[in-house]
């Protein structure tokens, strides 16, 4: 009688919690992480790669409707915002001078979205602003007031100078778990902090959001150099002179029987 | 091999900076031309920013001048006196350029104002070259010097007459520190040490000799690219030190060898081709101000 007891007890219980875990599914989280924290540029950089991987975990014991396909992953990575000048030329006595348009205070220096899917197919426009997701919306939530054409404009220089990516490497969800990408680093790149944004999508609808941050530093000689010009550029413009002279000094020396 | 630049911010093959260098260090050895009318636009060719190629090239200069000024001043070549006004001149002339340069960056128009100097510049001096060297084809055969130094009238008039023993010269210093002036503007804008245009008018318009007229205006060039890297260093920060040593190892073997490459053919006869060679990167500068541009539209970092 006793277990008979406990054991409607129990199943009860397991009742009452699969019930409760159906009306409030957990959604799905992502595991990720990258294969590099740090980019160091030194004297040799030539452009960089870094690999971000990850998985979906499913956070329902049971099978439940959220833990179902279709799936789909979008990675944002974003360099740190710099102040920009944006001109336009202008054709003036015969030939072409740069005209001020804006001043524009945080454009990202680098930009670079890869998915399952492009963008504008997993989310439609109005969700990417409420998302927060996009190279337009990255370039706007800094400055107020841009016009749409400006965007475009900002967005194509972006794109020719190998700072803006979008849609590069089409990303491929391995057992609607797995995913790995591949971030393709310029050479002009700017030091700090670059965020990366992977999203978890399904049906228009981010469900997870993790957020990394790889670092890009300047090392050895690149480093203090970088220093020195700009934090003592006293001392830099000495050392320069000091530099070029003594290597003068030295051909002259070596030079002079010869000829 | 790449080499990323800390200042310039591009990573560009060694080898690219090296040999360019070196050709342009043969030719100024071959010629007894400065290199820096001719190094910078190609800096810009390859896509180094001009702010940054105009400032590496002043300290590059500075290197290359000096150990052509100590062999100078050994063989007592150097007018000490007048070189001193054309200096004094000069560091005007590069604190005014400086500025202006500073000025024009804000603006966003110094990569106009650069390639624009540079078309006058090239064009003027290619010109000159071009019918020099035809002249001297022509005349050679009859043996005939075309050169003549004379003085100008109205540079005796000036006043503040000094003596210049070297030079062996009582006149005015107000011209001397006109042309350093002039020079040392050109020196900061355009990152040229502006030989071309100063031993022409120590010949023409002081009328100093021959002799000494070398060795002065390297004299003059090492502190004026001095003073122009120095302020170029704190004012706009856009000094490479690794792209000039790089320009400077290039340059400075180069030129050994132009020298005696000089002696054994006949420059004169070459002459020729470096004018067609600076007509040809004036007519492409030109080109880059008047064709429509294929990006209407440029994003300038606001440092």
């Known amino acids: ?259 | 091999m790449q080499i990323y630049l800390p200042i310039a911010e591009i990573s560009v093959n060694i080898l690219l900076l090296i040999g360019l260098g070196g050709i342009v260090g043969i030719l100024s050895g071959m010629f007894g031309v400065g290199g820096g009318f001719l190094m910078t636009p190609l800096l810009f060719f390859i896509g180094i920013p001009p702010a940054v190629a105009v400032a590496s090239e002043a300290n590059q200069i500075l290197g290359a001048s000096f150990s052509g000024a100590i062999a100078h001043f050994r063989r007592k070549n150097v007018d000490i006196k007048m070189g001193c006004l054309l200096i004094l001149g000069g560091i005007l002339g590069s604190i005014f350029g400086v500025e202006l340069f500073r000025i024009f960056k804000n603006l966003g128009q110094l990569e106009l104002i650069i390639k624009f100097c540079y078309v006058l510049f090239l064009g003027i001096i290619g010109m000159i070259m071009f019918f020099e060297s035809i002249r001297a084809l022509s005349y050679e055969s009859k043996n005939i010097k075309i050169r003549k130094t004379r003085h100008h009238s109205w540079v005796q008039g000036l006043p503040l007459k000094m003596r210049f023993r070297t030079s062996n010269l009582y006149i005015s210093s107000i011209p001397a520190i006109f042309i350093g002036f002039f020079v040392g503007i050109l020196a900061s804008i355009m990152g040229i040490g502006g030989g071309f245009i100063i031993v022409p008018a120590m010949i023409y318009i002081l009328g100093m000799p021959t002799k000494v007229v070398v060795g002065t205006s390297l004299f003059q060039i090492i502190f004026v690219t001095g003073v122009t890297t120095y302020l170029h260093a704190v004012k706009n920060f856009s000094v490479d030190i690794i792209l000039s040593l790089l320009l400077l190892v290039g340059g400075v073997i180069g030129a050994q060898f132009g020298v005696r490459i000089g002696i054994k053919l006949k420059a004169e006869q070459l002459r020729i081709l470096l004018a067609i060679l600076v007509l040809a990167m004036c007519l492409k500068i030109t080109l880059e101000l008047f064709i429509t541009p294929i990006e209407i539209f440029t994003l300038v970092r606001d440092l």
């Open chain 1, 1 to 259: 009688m006793k277990l008979l007891f406990k054991l409607i007890i129990i199943l009860l219980f397991y009742n009452l919690s699969f019930i409760s875990s159906y009306a409030s599914e957990i959604p799905p989280s992502l595991v990720t992480d990258l294969s590099k924290k740090v980019i160091s540029i030194n004297v040799n950089f030539s452009g960089s790669k870094f690999h971000i991987f990850g998985a979906i975990k499913k956070n329902n014991p049971q099978i439940s409707s959220i833990d179902q396909p279709p799936f789909d992953i979008l990675i944002e990575v974003i360099g740190p915002p710099i102040a920009m000048n944006l001109f336009q030329k202008e054709k003036k006595y015969g030939f072409w001078i740069n005209r001020k348009i804006d001043n524009l205070k945080n454009v990202p220096s680098f930009y670079s979205i890869s998915g399952t899917k492009p963008l504008d197919i997993l989310l439609p426009k109005n969700f990417q602003t409420f998302y927060d997701i996009g190279l337009i919306k990255q370039i706007n939530s800094n400055n107020q007031k841009i016009d749409d054409k400006l965007i475009d404009q900002i967005v194509f220089i972006g794109k020719n100078k190998k700072q803006y990516n979008e849609n590069n490497t089409p990303i491929t969800l391995l057992e609607n778990t797995l995913f790995s990408n591949e971030i393709d680093f310029p050479t002009n790149l700017q030091e700090g902090n670059y965020k990366v944004k992977i999203h978890l999508i399904r049906f228009q609808k981010v469900l997870a959001t993790k957020q990394d941050i790889i670092y890009v530093k300047k090392i050895g000689i690149q480093n203090w150099i970088n220093y020195l010009a700009f934090q003592e550029p006293q001392l830099y413009g000495i050392m320069s002179i000091l530099i070029a002279i003594s290597f003068g000094f030295v051909a002259s020396l070596v030079f002079r029987k010869k000829i």
